[in-house]
């Protein structure tokens, strides 16, 4: 069974600390999304990744296809980035996978 | 910019309704999915379609169908509600082909009472 594993679960942070999220894959898949949920549930894409690195403000996503493996990066963390991440997984069957999210806490 | 709409975003329904969430897209995507969102399980996959007609169950299609007619809507049905069906149900949508980016409804949370 295809699986995407995220870590750390749970993490808090000081305003200004630089974050990682990791996310890995057990299969080849041809692409990978970073999402952002706030509460009230709606969903927003952050990245879609299929290699390489992106880059929007102070964030930065990350891909190792070899090593199946992406990280998610905050820098400068504020308050307002508090939202559970969660890292998508798009098979070469078209089928969608979750890892279970992470839950950021920025505190002031 | 690409929507994909829900129904509705919050539903409250007696236990043993027929229960419709709908999900429209507005980009002729090819594929289409409906997920629960439970505490502690986070996103699971119910059924996903890659055509129209055409559906494949994912992890937990147990008390579920769904119905792609059109190829811009997807809907899922619950044909007997029940309490354990109590959840957040997000529809997502993408293309077919290479990488692609996957776009999401905004979230229908049911209540089953």
């Known amino acids: 069974k295809n699986e995407v594993e995220q870590s750390p679960q749970n993490l808090t942070a000081q305003e200004g600390e630089f974050i990682t999220i990791n996310c890995s894959y057990s299969v080849g898949i041809s692409a990978l999304h970073w999402l952002q949920q706030h509460p009230g549930g709606g969903i927003v894409s952050l990245f879609m990744l299929s290699s390489g690195k992106k880059k929007h403000g102070r964030l930065i996503a990350t891909i190792n296809i070899q090593e199946k493996h992406s990280s998610l990066h905050i820098t400068a963390s504020h308050p307002r980035d508090s939202a559970v991440y969660i890292c998508?997984?798009?098979?070469?069957?078209?089928?969608?996978?979750f890892g279970a999210g992470t839950r950021l806490t920025v505190k002031p | 910019d690409v929507k994909v709409t829900q129904s509705s975003r919050y539903l409250v329904k007696r236990t043993g309704e027929k229960v419709f969430l709908e999900c429209v897209q507005d980009?002729?995507?090819?594929?289409m999915f409906w997920y629960r969102q439970d505490p502690g399980l986070g996103l699971r996959l119910i059924y996903f379609s890659y055509d129209v007609k055409m559906k494949e169950k994912g992890d937990i299609p147990e008390g579920y169908s769904v119905s792609r007619e059109k190829k811009e809507r997807f809907s899922l049905i619950l044909e007997s509600a029940s309490t354990n069906q109590t959840s957040m149900y997000l529809c997502?949508?993408?293309?077919?082909?290479?990488?692609?980016?996957?776009?999401f409804g905004q979230g229908t949370r049911l209540t089953v009472v």
């Open positions: 980009m002729d995507h090819e594929n």
């Open positions: 997502a949508s993408c293309y077919s082909t290479g990488a692609v980016e996957a776009f």
């Open positions: 998508a997984v798009m098979y070469n069957n078209n089928d969608m996978r």
